[in-house]
C-alpha cells in the first residue's frame, strides 16, 4: 500500500526567513527564555535535527513551535500558539519553577507546560532528537512532553492513547485549528471527523479506520496508536497486539525523516524526507482516505470544498478546489469555503423567465451528488435542457446518456467533485453574455436618504437593465412560446400510490396511535406492508373538507406536484367513498417544536442554523417553483418535522391553497397560527406569499434563541414578545442576554446577529418590505448582503 510519490511540497514550506544557526542545549536551565525577533536562535536537540522556539509566520506575529531544524523546509511539526500568534517581543521562558510559560508581548501570559502548581518536580528540560520537548524529574521521568499535545503531526517513537486528538491546520499557511479533526476512540477505531468550523466540536465522521476483531473482549482494552521507532504506524490494544497496521514503511528511519500529519485539507499523509539530501522534498508513502472528493460526501454538505465548488483529488499533493465556470470563490483567500456565481440569478418572476439569456456550459466527468430536487427518466438531452432552463431554480442538469436520465439540482450543489470515474456530463447553467451581479436587494431606509445619488444612477441602470432584458425577453417568448409549451406537457405523470381505504386500516391498526391533530384533520402513524414495513403518517381529513371534494384534489395535486429535500414527501392518498386520506414520509425525528422547546439544553447551534436555512429553501421552492405557487399560511414549529438526519422538512398543506400567482386572497377564514400570523390576515389587505415570510421571520427567531414566541411567564413583562425583545437587544447591542449557556451560538455571533437582522426583514409589517423567501435563502447563505433592518414596529396590533 505504500504509494512513494513525491511532490513539492508548497503547502509545508514556510515562506519566510527563518532562525539560521541553532545551538544546542543538552539541558535548558532554569530561568532561560527565547525572545519572539527574527534572529533568535531556538533551544536545538543534540543532533541538531529538531529545534524549539519561535518562528515568524506573518506580520500577525510568532508560532511557538517545534520544527525538523536540519532541512530547508523547517517543517513544523508541533505548535503550542496556532490560534493566537505572539507579536514581536514575546518570549517562552522555563521559569525558576520549572514551568514553560509564553509571555506574550502584550502582558498576556499562557502556561504551555500544564501544571499550575509551584513546585512541579521538573529537574530539567530538553529538546530531544526525536522531536520531543520535555520537562524531566530528577530520575528522567517525562513530566510533561510536547508528545502528549500532539498538534497536527506525529513523529516515530510518539503514541496517541483514547480521546487523543489530532487538528488539521486552517491552511498551508495557517496553523489555527482547521476543518478537520482525528481521534482514537475507545473501541480502538481511527476516525477522521469535519468539525463545525470554527468549534472544535465534531460534525461529520468521512473515514474510519476499524481495529481487526480479534476473540479477546475489548471492553477494557487501552488502545493506542503507535508510531514505532521503525516508522510504522498502527494501532494495538492493551495486550500489546497488533489490531490494525495504518501504514507499514520498509523506509528506514536511519536513512529517512518520517512523519504523519493530519493535513489541511483534511488527509491524514504519512511522509519521509531523505536525510543528508539538502535538496529533496518531503514524500508521501501513504495517504488516508483514498480519495476525500468522495468519500467526505456528508448527505448534502458542501463536501471537501464547500458549496458550489467542485473537489479534485491529486494523489501527489494537496487536494484542490476549483469553481464551476462562470463562478467564483467566496472567499478568495480561503478556497475551501465555496463558490458562488458570478452572474446574475436568472429571474423568478412569471413575467420575465429569462430562459433565452441563459445557456449551458457542459463539464465532463463532474458530479454533485446527493441534493437534486427532481429527476426524469427516460429523457432526451435537449429535454434535459430545457426543463432546467424553464426552472429558476435549476442551477444545474446532470444528464446521464446511458439510461436517458435527468436530474435538476439547485444552489447549493453539494458534494462537488471531478473525477475520472464519474462518466457523465453536469450542464451548469449560465447567464449568457457578461452580466453582473445584482446589488443587495434590500435598501437600508438611512444609506438610501444619505445616498440619493447612487440611488437614481442604480435606479437609471436598472430601469435600462429591465427594459432591455423586457425587449429581449418579450422577443424570446413570442418566439418560442409553441416550444415552451409542448416542452411542459412532457411532464412525466406523478407518481402517487393509491390506497384503499382497507389497506391504510390495516396498516395503523384501525387507526390508532395519533401522531397529531390539526384544525382539519387528524394524523396517525403506520406501517406498510406491502412496502417493507415502512412507516408512514397517514393523515386522515375531517368532515368538513371530506365534503369539498375539489380542496382534497387540489390538495393532492398540490403537494404531489412538489418535490424538494426540504418538504415532507407525499407517497399516496386515498379517495375512496367519503374518506379523504393522505400518506406521508413518517419523520423519526419529531416536530421542529420538539427539538427547540422539549429538551434541557439547548440542542446544538449549528443543527439549528441548518434547520433554518433548510426551511428558507423548503418555503422558497413553494413560493417560486413556476408552475403553481403553493402559499403554506401555517408555518409554525409544529409544522417542521425532522427526518433521520435532522433535516428540516415542511409538513402540512392542510390549510395551504392552491393560488394562481396572480390571485391573491382566496379566504375570509382565519387561517394559521396566532403569533405567527401576519398583520394583513386581520387588515383585511391581500395576503400573499410575504405572509409566509412573516411566518418565517418569527420562526427564526424561535430557533435562533430557541424560546417561543410568546412566553407568558417571561421574567420582565418586556420579555414576553420574544421580537420585542430580541430588537431592544439588537438595538442596544446586548443579544447576548438572550444566548446565555449557549457557547457554540456566542461563537459564531455575527452568524447569529446576521439571522436576527433577517428575521426582523421578515416581520416587517408592510408586506412590500419584506425579502421574498429566495432572497432570505440568499442571506442565510451569504450571498446577499443583509442591511440594517427598520424597527418592525406594531408587531401585534390587532
Ligand atoms: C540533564 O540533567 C539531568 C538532571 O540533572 C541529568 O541527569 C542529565 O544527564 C543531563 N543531561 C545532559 C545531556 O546534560
Ligand atoms: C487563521 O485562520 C483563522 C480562521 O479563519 C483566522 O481567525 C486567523 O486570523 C488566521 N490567522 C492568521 C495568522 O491569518
Ligand atoms: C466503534 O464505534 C463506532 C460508533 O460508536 C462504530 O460505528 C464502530 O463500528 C465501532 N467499531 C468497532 C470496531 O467496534
Ligand atoms: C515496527 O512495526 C513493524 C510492523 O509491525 C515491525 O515489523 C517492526 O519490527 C517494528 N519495529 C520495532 C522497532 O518495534
Ligand atoms: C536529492 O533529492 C532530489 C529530489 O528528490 C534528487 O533529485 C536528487 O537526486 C537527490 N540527491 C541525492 C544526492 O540523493
Ligand atoms: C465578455 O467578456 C469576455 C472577457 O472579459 C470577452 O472576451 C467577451 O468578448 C465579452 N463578451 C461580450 C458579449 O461582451
Same mark, same amino acid.
Given at each position: 500500500m505504500a504509494f512513494k510519490l513525491l511532490y513539492a511540497s508548497s503547502f509545508l514550506l514556510l515562506l519566510l526567513p527563518i532562525p539560521t544557526i541553532a545551538q544546542t542545549y543538552p539541558n535548558i536551565s532554569f530561568g532561560s527564555s527565547l525572545s519572539a525577533q527574527e534572529d533568535s536562535s531556538p533551544w536545538a536537540?543534540?543532533?541538531?535535527?529538531?529545534?524549539?522556539?519561535?518562528?515568524?509566520?506573518?506580520?500577525?506575529?510568532?508560532? *511557538?513551535? !517545534?520544527?525538523?531544524?536540519? @532541512?530547508p523546509e523547517k517543517t513544523i511539526v508541533w505548535s503550542a500558539n496556532g490560534n493566537n500568534l505572539a507579536p514581536k517581543g514575546s518570549t517562552v521562558e522555563l521559569n525558576t519553577f520549572g514551568q514553560l510559560v509564553l509571555n506574550y508581548a502584550s502582558g498576556e501570559q499562557t502556561l504551555i507546560s500544564h501544571d499550575q502548581s509551584k513546585d512541579t518536580g521538573v529537574a530539567y528540560a530538553a529538546m530531544l532528537d526525536t522531536g520531543n520537548f520535555v520537562l524531566a524529574d530528577q530520575d528522567s521521568n517525562n513530566l510533561w512532553e510536547s508528545f502528549d499535545q500532539p498538534t497536527d503531526t506525529i513523529l516515530p517513537t510518539q503514541t496517541l492513547s483514547i480521546g487523543s486528538v489530532l487538528f488539521a491546520p486552517y491552511t498551508a499557511t495557517n496553523y489555527s485549528k482547521g476543518r478537520f479533526q482525528l481521534t482514537l476512540e475507545s473501541n480502538g477505531s481511527v476516525v477522521l471527523y469535519t468539525?463545525?468550523?470554527?468549534?472544535?466540536?465534531?460534525n461529520f465522521?468521512?473515514?474510519? @479506520?476499524?481495529?481487526?476483531?480479534?476473540?479477546?473482549?475489548d471492553a477494557d482494552s487501552a488502545f493506542q496508536v503507535i508510531f514505532n521507532q521503525s516508522g510504522s504506524i498502527y494501532v494495538t490494544d492493551s495486550k500489546g497486539n497488533i489490531r490494525t497496521i495504518v501504514s507499514d514503511t520498509t523506509v528506514s528511519v536511519q536513512d529517512f525523516y518520517h512523519r504523519a500529519t493530519f493535513d489541511y485539507d483534511g488527509v491524514f499523509r504519512h511522509y519521509t524526507y531523505p536525510k543528508n539530501n539538502g535538496s529533496s522534498v518531503w514524500s508521501t508513502l501513504l495517504f488516508i482516505p483514498k480519495n476525500i472528493c468522495w468519500e467526505l460526501k456528508e448527505e448534502t454538505g458542501g463536501g471537501a470544498c464547500g458549496f458550489n465548488s467542485i473537489c479534485k483529488q491529486d494523489p501527489k499533493g494537496p487536494t484542490t478546489c476549483e469553481c464551476p465556470k462562470n463562478y467564483m470563490f467566496i472567499d478568495p483567500n480561503d478556497e475551501r469555503k465555496g463558490c458562488k456565481q458570478n452572474f446574475l440569478p436568472q429571474s423568478c418572476e412569471e413575467a420575465s423567465p429569462e430562459t433565452d439569456l441563459f445557456g449551458f456550459q457542459a463539464m465532463l466527468n463532474t458530479d454533485w451528488p446527493n441534493g437534486d430536487y427532481e429527476h426524469f427518466q427516460p429523457v432526451t438531452e435537449e429535454w434535459c435542457k430545457q426543463i432546467c432552463l424553464s426552472d429558476c431554480f435549476c442551477a444545474i442538469a446532470i444528464y446521464d446518456g446511458s439510461r436517458s436520465d435527468c436530474w435538476k439540482k439547485g444552489i447549493p450543489l453539494s458534494n462537488g467533485r471531478m473525477d475520472l470515474s464519474v462518466g457523465w456530463t453536469s450542464l451548469v447553467k449560465i447567464r449568457l453574455g457578461n452580466s453582473t451581479r445584482r446589488p443587495l436587494a434590500i435598501p437600508d431606509a438611512k444609506t438610501q436618504r444619505s445616498s440619493n445619488l447612487t440611488l437614481i444612477g442604480s435606479v437609471l441602470m436598472l430601469i435600462v437593465t429591465y427594459l432591455v432584458v423586457a425587449i429581449i425577453t418579450y422577443v424570446v417568448v413570442s418566439r418560442s412560446y409553441s416550444r415552451k409549451a409542448k416542452v411542459s406537457d412532457l411532464y412525466p405523470v406523478i407518481n402517487l400510490k393509491c390506497f384503499t381505504?382497507?389497506?391504510?386500516?390495516?396498516?395503523?391498526?384501525?387507526?390508532?396511535?395519533?401522531?397529531?391533530?390539526?384544525?382539519?384533520?387528524?394524523?396517525?402513524?403506520?406501517?406498510?406492508?406491502?412496502?417493507?414495513?415502512?412507516?408512514?403518517?397517514?393523515?386522515?381529513l375531517d368532515t368538513v373538507v371530506r365534503e369539498n371534494d375539489w380542496e382534497f384534489k387540489a390538495e393532492v395535486s398540490a403537494i404531489g406536484g412538489t418535490n424538494h429535500r426540504n418538504l415532507v414527501k407525499l407517497q399516496g392518498f386515498c379517495n375512496e367513498g367519503q374518506h379523504r386520506i393522505l400518506v406521508y414520509e413518517f419523520m423519526s425525528n419529531g416536530s421542529l417544536a420538539g427539538f427547540l422547546f422539549g429538551g434541557e439544553s439547548r440542542p446544538s447551534w449549528y443543527r439549528r442554523r441548518d434547520i433554518a436555512l433548510g426551511t428558507a429553501r423548503g *418555503?422558497?421552492?413553494?413560493?417560486?417553483?413556476?408552475?403553481?405557487? !403553493?402559499?403554506h399560511c401555517d408555518i409554525k414549529p409544529q409544522n417542521i418535522l425532522l427526518d433521520d438526519s435532522f433535516t428540516a422538512r415542511i409538513a402540512d398543506f392542510g390549510v395551504a391553497k392552491l393560488l394562481k400567482t396572480d390571485q391573491t386572497r382566496t379566504t375570509t377564514?382565519?387561517?394559521?397560527?396566532?403569533?405567527?400570523?401576519a398583520p394583513e390576515w386581520y387588515k383585511s389587505l391581500p395576503v400573499t406569499v410575504k405572509a409566509d415570510v412573516y411566518s418565517y421571520g418569527?420562526? *427564526? *427567531?424561535?430557533? !435562533?434563541?430557541?424560546?417561543?414566541?410568546?412566553?407568558?411567564?417571561?421574567?420582565?413583562?418586556?420579555q414576553m414578545i420574544l421580537a420585542d425583545w430580541a430588537y431592544n437587544c439588537y438595538k442596544q447591542q446586548k443579544l447576548h442576554l438572550l444566548l446565555q449557556n449557549d457557547d457554540d451560538a456566542i461563537d459564531d455571533f455575527k452568524t447569529v446577529e446576521k439571522y436576527v437582522m433577517i428575521s426582523f426583514w421578515c416581520i416587517q409589517e408592510d408586506p412590500s418590505m419584506r425579502p421574498t423567501m429566495k432572497i432570505v435563502t440568499q442571506m442565510l447563505e451569504g450571498i446577499v448582503e443583509v442591511s440594517v433592518p427598520q424597527n418592525p414596529s406594531s408587531l401585534y396590533a390587532i
Amino acid at each position: 500500500m505504500a504509494f512513494k510519490l513525491l511532490y513539492a511540497s508548497s503547502f509545508l514550506l514556510l515562506l519566510l526567513p527563518i532562525p539560521t544557526i541553532a545551538q544546542t542545549y543538552p539541558n535548558i536551565s532554569f530561568g532561560s527564555s527565547l525572545s519572539a525577533q527574527e534572529d533568535s536562535s531556538p533551544w536545538a536537540s543534540p543532533s541538531g535535527e529538531f529545534a524549539f522556539g519561535f518562528r515568524k509566520l506573518s506580520n500577525d506575529g510568532f508560532i *511557538l513551535a !517545534i520544527w525538523f531544524d536540519k @532541512i530547508p523546509e523547517k517543517t513544523i511539526v508541533w505548535s503550542a500558539n496556532g490560534n493566537n500568534l505572539a507579536p514581536k517581543g514575546s518570549t517562552v521562558e522555563l521559569n525558576t519553577f520549572g514551568q514553560l510559560v509564553l509571555n506574550y508581548a502584550s502582558g498576556e501570559q499562557t502556561l504551555i507546560s500544564h501544571d499550575q502548581s509551584k513546585d512541579t518536580g521538573v529537574a530539567y528540560a530538553a529538546m530531544l532528537d526525536t522531536g520531543n520537548f520535555v520537562l524531566a524529574d530528577q530520575d528522567s521521568n517525562n513530566l510533561w512532553e510536547s508528545f502528549d499535545q500532539p498538534t497536527d503531526t506525529i513523529l516515530p517513537t510518539q503514541t496517541l492513547s483514547i480521546g487523543s486528538v489530532l487538528f488539521a491546520p486552517y491552511t498551508a499557511t495557517n496553523y489555527s485549528k482547521g476543518r478537520f479533526q482525528l481521534t482514537l476512540e475507545s473501541n480502538g477505531s481511527v476516525v477522521l471527523y469535519t468539525t463545525n468550523f470554527p468549534l472544535d466540536s465534531t460534525n461529520f465522521p468521512y473515514k474510519r @479506520i476499524e481495529p481487526i476483531t480479534s476473540n479477546s473482549v475489548d471492553a477494557d482494552s487501552a488502545f493506542q496508536v503507535i508510531f514505532n521507532q521503525s516508522g510504522s504506524i498502527y494501532v494495538t490494544d492493551s495486550k500489546g497486539n497488533i489490531r490494525t497496521i495504518v501504514s507499514d514503511t520498509t523506509v528506514s528511519v536511519q536513512d529517512f525523516y518520517h512523519r504523519a500529519t493530519f493535513d489541511y485539507d483534511g488527509v491524514f499523509r504519512h511522509y519521509t524526507y531523505p536525510k543528508n539530501n539538502g535538496s529533496s522534498v518531503w514524500s508521501t508513502l501513504l495517504f488516508i482516505p483514498k480519495n476525500i472528493c468522495w468519500e467526505l460526501k456528508e448527505e448534502t454538505g458542501g463536501g471537501a470544498c464547500g458549496f458550489n465548488s467542485i473537489c479534485k483529488q491529486d494523489p501527489k499533493g494537496p487536494t484542490t478546489c476549483e469553481c464551476p465556470k462562470n463562478y467564483m470563490f467566496i472567499d478568495p483567500n480561503d478556497e475551501r469555503k465555496g463558490c458562488k456565481q458570478n452572474f446574475l440569478p436568472q429571474s423568478c418572476e412569471e413575467a420575465s423567465p429569462e430562459t433565452d439569456l441563459f445557456g449551458f456550459q457542459a463539464m465532463l466527468n463532474t458530479d454533485w451528488p446527493n441534493g437534486d430536487y427532481e429527476h426524469f427518466q427516460p429523457v432526451t438531452e435537449e429535454w434535459c435542457k430545457q426543463i432546467c432552463l424553464s426552472d429558476c431554480f435549476c442551477a444545474i442538469a446532470i444528464y446521464d446518456g446511458s439510461r436517458s436520465d435527468c436530474w435538476k439540482k439547485g444552489i447549493p450543489l453539494s458534494n462537488g467533485r471531478m473525477d475520472l470515474s464519474v462518466g457523465w456530463t453536469s450542464l451548469v447553467k449560465i447567464r449568457l453574455g457578461n452580466s453582473t451581479r445584482r446589488p443587495l436587494a434590500i435598501p437600508d431606509a438611512k444609506t438610501q436618504r444619505s445616498s440619493n445619488l447612487t440611488l437614481i444612477g442604480s435606479v437609471l441602470m436598472l430601469i435600462v437593465t429591465y427594459l432591455v432584458v423586457a425587449i429581449i425577453t418579450y422577443v424570446v417568448v413570442s418566439r418560442s412560446y409553441s416550444r415552451k409549451a409542448k416542452v411542459s406537457d412532457l411532464y412525466p405523470v406523478i407518481n402517487l400510490k393509491c390506497f384503499t381505504y382497507l389497506e391504510l386500516k390495516l396498516a395503523t391498526s384501525g387507526f390508532k396511535e395519533v401522531l397529531g391533530r390539526g384544525a382539519f384533520a387528524t394524523v396517525y402513524k403506520g406501517v406498510l406492508a406491502s412496502d417493507k414495513g415502512k412507516l408512514v403518517a397517514v393523515k386522515r381529513l375531517d368532515t368538513v373538507v371530506r365534503e369539498n371534494d375539489w380542496e382534497f384534489k387540489a390538495e393532492v395535486s398540490a403537494i404531489g406536484g412538489t418535490n424538494h429535500r426540504n418538504l415532507v414527501k407525499l407517497q399516496g392518498f386515498c379517495n375512496e367513498g367519503q374518506h379523504r386520506i393522505l400518506v406521508y414520509e413518517f419523520m423519526s425525528n419529531g416536530s421542529l417544536a420538539g427539538f427547540l422547546f422539549g429538551g434541557e439544553s439547548r440542542p446544538s447551534w449549528y443543527r439549528r442554523r441548518d434547520i433554518a436555512l433548510g426551511t428558507a429553501r423548503g *418555503l422558497s421552492y413553494l413560493h417560486g417553483e413556476c408552475s403553481s405557487q !403553493i402559499i403554506h399560511c401555517d408555518i409554525k414549529p409544529q409544522n417542521i418535522l425532522l427526518d433521520d438526519s435532522f433535516t428540516a422538512r415542511i409538513a402540512d398543506f392542510g390549510v395551504a391553497k392552491l393560488l394562481k400567482t396572480d390571485q391573491t386572497r382566496t379566504t375570509t377564514r382565519f387561517r394559521g397560527t396566532k403569533g405567527y400570523v401576519a398583520p394583513e390576515w386581520y387588515k383585511s389587505l391581500p395576503v400573499t406569499v410575504k405572509a409566509d415570510v412573516y411566518s418565517y421571520g418569527v420562526l *427564526l *427567531l424561535e430557533i !435562533i434563541f430557541c424560546r417561543k414566541n410568546f412566553e407568558a411567564d417571561a421574567e420582565d413583562e418586556d420579555q414576553m414578545i420574544l421580537a420585542d425583545w430580541a430588537y431592544n437587544c439588537y438595538k442596544q447591542q446586548k443579544l447576548h442576554l438572550l444566548l446565555q449557556n449557549d457557547d457554540d451560538a456566542i461563537d459564531d455571533f455575527k452568524t447569529v446577529e446576521k439571522y436576527v437582522m433577517i428575521s426582523f426583514w421578515c416581520i416587517q409589517e408592510d408586506p412590500s418590505m419584506r425579502p421574498t423567501m429566495k432572497i432570505v435563502t440568499q442571506m442565510l447563505e451569504g450571498i446577499v448582503e443583509v442591511s440594517v433592518p427598520q424597527n418592525p414596529s406594531s408587531l401585534y396590533a390587532i
